[in-house]
């Protein structure tokens, strides 16, 4: 799923794209992936628990993810 996104963003973008906000992230499948591909990513959800699960995937991972 990830690729298809990657790919969008160099094909559709008018410019290199770097910064990422992932609405509705939930547990962050796709909000990972796209940090450890060197994206600077915002994931936002609706509920704060699973915000807090994927906050601690990504800093068990080391990755710098914002989650809001």
Excluded: Q, W
């Excluded at 794209?17 to 915002?42: F, Q």
């Excluded at 994931?43 to 699960?53: N, S």
């Amino acid at each position: 799923m990830v690729d298809a996104y990657v790919e969008c963003f160099g094909r559709f973008a008018k410019r290199r794209v770097k910064d990422v906000l992932d609405i509705a992230c939930g547990t962050g499948g796709p909000t990972i992936e796209l940090a450890k591909r060197g994206y600077s990513i915002v994931g936002a959800d609706l509920h704060e628990e699973v915000i807090e699960l994927t906050r601690e995937k990504a800093k068990k991972l080391g990755l710098n993810i914002k989650f809001i």
